[in-house]
């Protein structure tokens, strides 16, 4: 008996091999790629294939072959020290790849089963990849990374973000990549085609008009020296190169600014930029405030409180004073702490990331820095950009503050999609965002997203420059992600009455 051709191993295998190729092909959409034309026709091929055959097995192959490429950088940390966890970098770079996998495939066959017939068949596998990037942005503490809607952060469309975030950039993109797909008849198809490249074109022009407004300057105006030192993590904690890492900084933030440059008013370090715990710190305080010559320096430190350890900012003034003080909330899960870590200690378990202990606590809280005529600050360490849902809480800062060591995520694509995170943040709320990152991207931001200023990776210095002023709260800073969780819930109510409806005239039909 001959086998149907749709359950040939052959066949199968060559469907799943071209779903992960059309995955990959959406992943040439992120940084450092910026192919935002190909991964959106990949996009929509990989939709109507969804529609067509399996839609589980579909997601599950095209969304291991998008994580493999787009976060392809998540082995770095594991080469820092290899030796120790060198031989965990392809149990976690397959891994990471199956779990983005199964949020496709999840939401992939979830919206084709409430679609039903061809037609809400494509809107339901659209909509269910949609439900997959705004689930895993927040369960389990959340991964909102290499979203459909970061493939625009170099075109005007980014700007869109101010309205409708990230997120709403990703339906965006999605219902631009399913609109030929939902023309009843096959010859509509190609001018459904042309109606979301004309979508494109008038978005990117009220982009290009919106970039072309001037951002008003701040009334009280503050100069900033953003100091990048370039020390590799394989070689920032060892005893023979600590003491001159911490001597760098102190030789770049005394260095007298470039001419025509301002003198600075506030100092930035990136995250864990000194070898002592800010509880004991000996003479390195001082010896900071001696080198910033009275100017206040943010500084990435570890602090230390019972048998806790603590991922801070810690602003140091005059004479090694102490200020306000901001402790990480949202740390890096197996990065920064591990599940019942204090267990899993007693068989040497422990976070790689975490210099001290077995693990970082914790902040208690999010809050914002009172730095006086500096203005409010919304301090934000590393990993903490990449979240706008822990930025709706209080009076709505000045300007955003980032410290980060990205050494972690290596040279390639990592820190420039930390980066992308970043811009994106400063268009969404509105404000202008200072970066600080140990090996780079260094940078100083405007309110548009736009980099005014950067340092590249690997390279050593210091951006002297005045922070860019701010915009009024666009609607994103209001309403975050909320409307999209109601438009979620709608779009499925919408898919699963198409799709019913379609069964039912099918069954009349076959009657």
């Known amino acids: 008996m001959r086998v149907p051709p749709l359950y040939n191993p052959a066949v199968k295998i060559l469907v799943w091999g071209l779903a ?24 929509s091929l990989l939709i109507a294939m969804g529609q067509a055959t399996s839609p589980f097995r579909v997601g599950l192959a095209a969304g291991t072959g998008y994580a493999a490429l787009a976060m392809f950088w998540i082995v770095e940390p594991f080469f820092v020290e290899p030796e120790i966890y060198g031989w965990m970098a392809p149990f976690a770079l397959v891994f990471m790849a ?18 039903g017939a061809s037609v809400s068949r494509s809107a339901g ?11 895993r942005s927040y369960i389990f503490t959340g991964l909102p990374w290499v979203l459909f809607g970061h493939i625009w952060i170099d075109t005007p469309l980014a700007q869109g973000a101010a309205l409708v975030g990230a997120m709403g950039l990703g339906a965006l993109t999605l219902a631009l990549a399913v609109l030929p797909w939902l023309m009843p008849r096959a010859n509509w198809r190609l001018p459904a085609a042309g109606v979301s490249a004309a979508v494109i074109a008038a978005l990117w022009g009220a982009g290009s008009w919106q970039l072309a407004q001037p951002v008003p300057p701040r009334a009280a105006p503050v100069n900033l020296r953003i100091v990048q030192p370039n020390a590799p993590q394989d070689l920032k904690w060892r005893p023979d190169y600590a003491e001159e ?8 933030t005394a260095q007298p600014p470039a001419p025509g440059k301002p003198a600075p008013d506030l100092i930035l370090w990136p995250e864990t930029a000194v070898p002592f715990l800010l509880d004991r710190a000996g003479d390195g305080l001082t010896m900071i405030a001696e080198a910033a010559r009275g100017v206040p320096v943010a500084v990435g430190i570890q602090r230390e409180e019972g048998l806790r350890y603590f991922n801070s900012l810690a602003m140091i003034g005059a004479g090694g004073k102490i200020g306000p003080v901001y402790d990480k909330v949202h740390l890096v899960p197996f990065g920064e702490y591990i599940p019942f870590g204090d267990g899993l200690a007693r068989f040497g378990i422990s976070a790689f990331a975490a210099r001290e202990g077995n693990g970082y606590s914790a902040g208690v809280t999010r ?4 730095l006086g005529r500096l203005g409010l600050v919304q301090p934000l360490i590393c990993y903490e950009a990449v979240f706008p849902q822990d930025m709706h809480a209080g009076r709505r800062p000045d300007w955003l503050l980032q ?30 965002l200072a970066r600080s990152a140990n090996t780079g991207i260094s940078a100083l931001i405007d309110a548009r997203g736009q980099v005014v200023e950067s340092l590249g990776m690997g390279q050593q210095g210091v951006i002297d420059a005045a922070l860019p002023g701010s915009l009024p709260a666009p609607p994103y800073a ?6 999209w969780l109601a438009g979620l ?14 069964r039912v005239d099918r069954r009349r039909i076959g009657g």
């Open 489 to 502: 819930i709608a779009a499925v109510a919408l898919v699963w009455g198409l799709g019913r409806k379609s």
């Open 245 to 252: 890492f911490f001597f760098r900084h102190l030789d770049l």
């Open 125 to 135: 596998v659209a909509v269910g990849l949609f439900g997959a990037d705004l689930v």
């Open 478 to 483: 209001r309403w975050g992600d909320l409307p």
């Open 98 to 115: 199956l779990g983005m996998g199964l949020f496709w495939a999840l939401g992939m066959s979830l919206g084709a089963r409430l679609g």
């Open 367 to 370: 809050k914002l820095l009172d």
């Open 403 to 432: 410290i980060t060591n990205d050494a972690w995520f290596g040279e390639m694509s990592g820190p420039v999609q930390h980066l992308v995170q970043a811009r994106f943040r400063a268009i969404e709320f509105g404000l202008p």
């Open 20 to 43: 992960a190729l059309l995955g990959a092909g959406v992943a040439l959409g992120q940084a450092p790629f910026g192919l935002w034309g190909v991964a959106l026709v990949a996009l």
